[in-house]
Nanobody
């Protein structure tokens, strides 16, 4: 089985930055995409960002474009979500996900492996 573990969440003031990390271990396979989703209280889980296996292709939800950057280090089986200019509306539990495909879907139903989530809280 594949284990997915996030880290790096916390409390930050509006305008601040955080970097989330996600490491995979266990049964591995090649050419998998990695992504981030988030879920605020009372809301559905929503797509945030994804990156291809090579790292050469990434895409974001509109609300984080220009503020968040996703990247990966395959040698470390880790991907990162750098979050800058954080806003209170970014407050949510952030989940790392793995897709054995190309990671082009924004639907959480199309991603196969998930971490336990890390809380990000942005105060105003």
């Amino acid at each position: 089985q594949v284990q997915v573990v996030e880290s790096g969440g916390g409390l930050v003031q509006a305008g601040g930055s955080l970097r989330l990390s996600c490491t995979t271990s266990g049964r591995t396979f090649s050419n998998y995409a990695m992504g981030w989703f988030r879920q605020a209280p009372g809301r559905e889980r929503e797509f945030v960002a994804a990156v291809s296996w090579s790292g050469g292709y990434s895409f974001y939800t509109d609300s984080v474009k220009g503020r968040f950057t996703i990247s990966r280090d395959n040698a470390m089986n880790t991907d990162y979500l750098q979050m800058n200019s954080l806003k209170p509306e970014d407050t949510a539990v952030y989940y790392c996900a793995v897709d054995r495909g190309i990671g082009s879907s924004r639907s959480p139903l199309d991603w196969q492996y998930w971490g336990q989530g890390t809380q990000v809280t942005v105060s105003s």
